[in-house]
Nanobody, 121 residues
Protein backbone atom coordinates (compact mmCIF):
# COMPACT_ATOMS: atom_id res chain seq x y z
CA UNK A 1 0.00 0.00 0.00
CA UNK A 2 1.34 3.40 -1.01
CA UNK A 3 1.53 5.74 1.97
CA UNK A 4 2.81 9.25 2.58
CA UNK A 5 2.69 10.41 6.18
CA UNK A 6 3.42 14.04 7.02
CA UNK A 7 4.43 15.40 10.40
CA UNK A 8 5.97 18.51 11.93
CA UNK A 9 3.15 21.01 11.61
CA UNK A 10 1.93 23.19 14.43
CA UNK A 11 1.45 26.72 15.70
CA UNK A 12 4.36 29.13 15.28
CA UNK A 13 4.81 32.87 15.63
CA UNK A 14 5.56 35.05 12.61
CA UNK A 15 9.26 34.88 11.84
CA UNK A 16 9.57 31.40 13.30
CA UNK A 17 10.55 28.09 11.73
CA UNK A 18 9.13 24.64 11.28
CA UNK A 19 10.43 21.49 9.61
CA UNK A 20 7.92 19.22 7.94
CA UNK A 21 8.68 15.56 7.27
CA UNK A 22 7.05 13.12 4.87
CA UNK A 23 7.74 9.42 5.33
CA UNK A 24 6.96 7.28 2.30
CA UNK A 25 6.26 3.58 2.05
CA UNK A 26 4.88 1.09 -0.44
CA UNK A 27 6.75 2.38 -3.50
CA UNK A 28 10.24 3.10 -4.78
CA UNK A 29 10.71 6.48 -3.15
CA UNK A 30 14.07 7.20 -4.75
CA UNK A 31 12.71 7.27 -8.30
CA UNK A 32 9.86 9.68 -7.60
CA UNK A 33 9.84 13.44 -7.67
CA UNK A 34 8.56 14.66 -4.32
CA UNK A 35 6.55 17.81 -3.79
CA UNK A 36 4.89 19.90 -1.12
CA UNK A 37 1.51 21.47 -1.86
CA UNK A 38 -0.57 23.58 0.51
CA UNK A 39 -4.26 24.32 0.81
CA UNK A 40 -5.77 27.44 2.27
CA UNK A 41 -9.47 28.28 2.55
CA UNK A 42 -9.09 31.40 0.46
CA UNK A 43 -6.58 30.37 -2.21
CA UNK A 44 -7.25 26.67 -2.60
CA UNK A 45 -4.38 24.38 -3.58
CA UNK A 46 -1.00 26.00 -4.12
CA UNK A 47 2.17 24.24 -5.23
CA UNK A 48 5.04 25.08 -2.86
CA UNK A 49 8.12 23.13 -3.90
CA UNK A 50 9.40 20.03 -5.67
CA UNK A 51 12.64 18.03 -5.62
CA UNK A 52 13.83 15.69 -8.32
CA UNK A 53 14.55 12.01 -7.86
CA UNK A 54 18.01 12.12 -9.35
CA UNK A 55 20.31 14.98 -8.53
CA UNK A 56 17.98 16.66 -6.04
CA UNK A 57 17.25 19.67 -8.20
CA UNK A 58 14.65 21.81 -6.45
CA UNK A 59 12.02 24.31 -7.55
CA UNK A 60 10.06 26.76 -5.42
CA UNK A 61 7.01 28.95 -5.71
CA UNK A 62 7.89 32.64 -5.77
CA UNK A 63 6.02 33.11 -2.49
CA UNK A 64 8.42 30.84 -0.57
CA UNK A 65 11.73 31.25 -2.44
CA UNK A 66 14.62 32.05 -0.09
CA UNK A 67 12.51 31.11 2.97
CA UNK A 68 11.71 27.42 2.41
CA UNK A 69 14.12 24.58 1.60
CA UNK A 70 13.08 21.18 0.30
CA UNK A 71 15.30 18.13 0.74
CA UNK A 72 15.12 14.35 0.70
CA UNK A 73 16.84 11.37 2.24
CA UNK A 74 16.37 8.40 -0.06
CA UNK A 75 17.87 5.99 2.49
CA UNK A 76 15.06 6.95 4.87
CA UNK A 77 12.37 7.35 2.20
CA UNK A 78 11.70 10.77 3.66
CA UNK A 79 11.19 14.23 2.21
CA UNK A 80 11.52 17.41 4.22
CA UNK A 81 10.41 21.02 4.01
CA UNK A 82 12.36 23.46 6.16
CA UNK A 83 10.28 26.60 6.57
CA UNK A 84 11.95 29.74 7.91
CA UNK A 85 10.79 33.33 8.29
CA UNK A 86 7.21 32.13 8.41
CA UNK A 87 4.42 34.59 7.68
CA UNK A 88 0.72 34.52 8.55
CA UNK A 89 -0.03 33.94 4.87
CA UNK A 90 1.88 30.64 5.08
CA UNK A 91 -0.93 29.30 7.26
CA UNK A 92 -2.29 26.24 5.44
CA UNK A 93 -2.56 22.51 5.45
CA UNK A 94 0.62 21.16 3.87
CA UNK A 95 0.51 18.00 1.79
CA UNK A 96 3.33 15.80 0.60
CA UNK A 97 2.91 14.34 -2.89
CA UNK A 98 4.81 11.95 -5.15
CA UNK A 99 5.08 12.21 -8.91
CA UNK A 100 6.64 10.24 -11.74
CA UNK A 101 7.03 13.54 -13.60
CA UNK A 102 9.67 16.22 -13.36
CA UNK A 103 9.85 19.02 -10.80
CA UNK A 104 7.71 21.07 -13.22
CA UNK A 105 4.87 18.53 -13.23
CA UNK A 106 1.75 19.35 -11.23
CA UNK A 107 0.24 15.88 -11.57
CA UNK A 108 0.76 13.59 -8.62
CA UNK A 109 0.46 9.85 -8.18
CA UNK A 110 0.12 9.79 -4.40
CA UNK A 111 -0.81 12.21 -1.63
CA UNK A 112 -0.47 12.28 2.11
CA UNK A 113 -3.16 13.35 4.56
CA UNK A 114 -1.49 16.65 5.31
CA UNK A 115 -0.23 18.51 8.37
CA UNK A 116 -1.58 21.85 9.58
CA UNK A 117 0.71 24.85 9.86
CA UNK A 118 -0.63 27.94 11.60
CA UNK A 119 1.43 31.13 11.77
CA UNK A 120 0.00 33.54 14.31
CA UNK A 121 1.04 35.70 17.22
Amino acid sequence: EVQLVESGGGLVQPGGSLRLSCVASGFSFSVYTMAWVRRTPGKGLEWVSSISSGDGTAAYADSVTARFTISRDNAKSTAYLQMDALRPEDTARYYCAASTGTIYSRTYDAWGQGTQVTVSS
